[in-house]
């Protein structure tokens, strides 16, 4: 696969995940009941510190392959860049469905 198809997809991958929290976020209460102890603030820097690990692994998990396996420096540095700019895209597409509504 080409690395700007790689990095449509993990930018997409991580676009999904984003949209699966914000759900979470979105209806929390209505799933988990309203937070009425300390478990509600746990769970979300429990959540806050896997989701930090899941993107990371989803941006660099590739491109740290390609560095430190392949001593691919050029191809990982610009498989960032393509991931960055499709996340930017997402970002752009995601404020146009806003904004038509």
């Known amino acids: 696969m080409s690395l700007p198809f790689v990095g449509f997809l993990q930018a997409a991958g991580l676009t999904v995940y984003c949209l699966l929290v914000g759900v979470l976020f979105w209806q929390g209460n209505s799933l988990f009941g309203p ?44 498989l960032i860049f393509y991931t960055a700019s499709w996340l930017v895209v997402f970002i752009f597409l995601l404020m146009g469905i806003l904004i038509v509504k």
């Open 35 to 78: 937070p009425f102890s300390f478990v509600g603030p746990a769970m979300f820097l429990v959540l806050f510190v896997a989701s930090a690990l899941i993107s990371a692994l989803l941006t660099l998990g590739y491109p740290g392959v390609l560095f430190f396996k392949e001593k691919e420096t050029v191809k990982a540095l610009k």
